[in-house]
């Protein structure tokens, strides 16, 4: 059986998963429709996918015409919720690309249409495919690394030129992306951490906002964030460094975590740092460290693995290796650094959802930020 799937924006990112698609490496599924606002998009699809795929200039008219079971919405960001709405109420599968939205109040109610539902939602974090932060994870949850210290990542190897935000009107503005590095560049990394480590109590940002590059959004974050037993993270992202670093240590009473290059090394104690402490007598000293590299032998499948699982979960029941509920949590986090940073203050998860909406509406309202490139911006409630 084949699933007959159709895609909801043909920017990049769109683009490529009908690719994949088309190329067959998603077994059971077939590329029926695509539907875009822009009629040089659909011109692109018409031109490169051939007649077997129908176009649409919205969701609203694909669904009409056109019976499909699953969708996969690749959209601007304020525009993910209510078409997964609109599509989970059609009795449509859902797959969407991240984040999960702009804030969490929105996503809050997109999480519940997709409960109601009873449909398989998924979303495109794609670098849980990753063989490196799968066996991190591992290693954090079953306790080898002992209780968490202190988690630093520092992530800025998303360089970006001027003319990538020139690209488009609805790039790194307020009222069109709803945020810059955090909301475009990092939810994938978001997301790990707290797939990774979990969600800490309290959260502390700051950030630049155009400091690198003539936008009106963060371009430059460092964030401290807090946890229940003790342990501490900072989170470092920006556009404008070049050559930049993704670089993440996660330290606990048993060792050390290190992922940078493509490596995975687990600096191992032989007893756990807590115990030392409490037990030895000799005045300098620390515990016996062995240097372990980790073995990892599969590879990262990507947007391809993603969807991959998305139908084989619609099909078979397959567990979903990114659940859409969970699309929430990297968001959450994302929302608590801008309203911090906002604030000037520390705030407290979970993120008080209406002050975050009422600052974001704000910033949409009070911008004078003008910018030259695609004209198309989407309103905070996700149409243009």
Not at 35 to 58: F, H, I, M, Q, R
Not at 171 to 176: I, L, S
Request: with cysteine.
């Amino acid at each position: 059986m084949n699933l007959k799937l159709a895609i909801v924006g043909l920017g990049n990112m769109g683009r490529n998963h009908a690719h994949y698609i088309m190329n067959n490496e998603v077994p059971n599924a077939k590329l029926t429709a695509v539907c875009d606002t822009n009629p040089l998009s659909l011109a692109w699809a018409e031109k490169n996918l051939g007649t077997s795929v129908k176009t649409y200039s919205s969701l609203s008219d694909l669904l009409a015409h056109d019976e499909v079971d699953g969708v996969i919405i690749a959209t601007p960001h304020y525009d993910h919720p209510p078409l997964a709405i609109e599509a989970l109420q059609a009795g449509c599968h859902v797959l969407i690309e991240k984040p999960a939205g702009v804030y969490t109040k929105q996503v809050r109610e997109m999480n519940e249409a997709a409960e109601r539902s009873g449909k398989v939602f998924g979303i495109m974090y794609n670098q849980r495919t990753n063989p490196l932060y799968e066996k991190v994870r591992d290693l954090v949850q079953s306790g080898e690394v002992g209780d968490l210290k202190r988690i630093i990542w520092i992530v800025t190897d998303w360089y970006r030129p001027q003319s990538y935000y020139d690209s488009g009107g609805w790039r790194a503005t307020w009222r069109g992306e709803g945020g810059g590095v955090l909301l475009n560049q990092s939810p994938h990394q978001l997301d790990l951490w707290q797939w990774m480590v979990g969600m800490p109590k309290r959260i502390r940002a700051f950030m630049e906002f155009g400091k690198f590059h003539d936008i009106e959004v963060e371009d430059d974050v460092t964030a401290y964030f807090e946890y229940s037993n003790g342990a501490t993270g900072v989170f470092i992202t920006s556009t404008g460094d070049a050559p930049g670093t993704n670089r993440l240590e996660i330290s606990g009473t048993k060792g050390k975590l290190v992922v940078e290059d493509g490596k995975l090394t687990f600096w191992r104690l032989r007893v756990s740092e807590r115990v030392f402490n409490a037990e030895y007598t000799g005045g300098f000293g620390e515990p016996e460290c062995w240097k372990c590299e980790i073995p990892v032998s599969s590879k990262t499948t990507g947007h391809p693995g993603i969807t991959r699982n998305w139908v084989q979960a619609i099909l078979h029941g397959t567990p979903l290796l990114a659940p859409g509920l969970e699309g929430i949590y990297g968001l959450e986090l994302s929302n608590a650094m801008h309203l911090s940073a906002w604030l000037d203050d520390w705030v407290t998860l979970p993120v008080d959802e209406d002050l975050f909406y009422s600052k974001l509406r704000e910033k949409i309202e009070t911008s004078s930020y003008k910018k030259t490139g695609d004209s198309r911006v989407l309103d905070v409630e996700g149409t243009f």
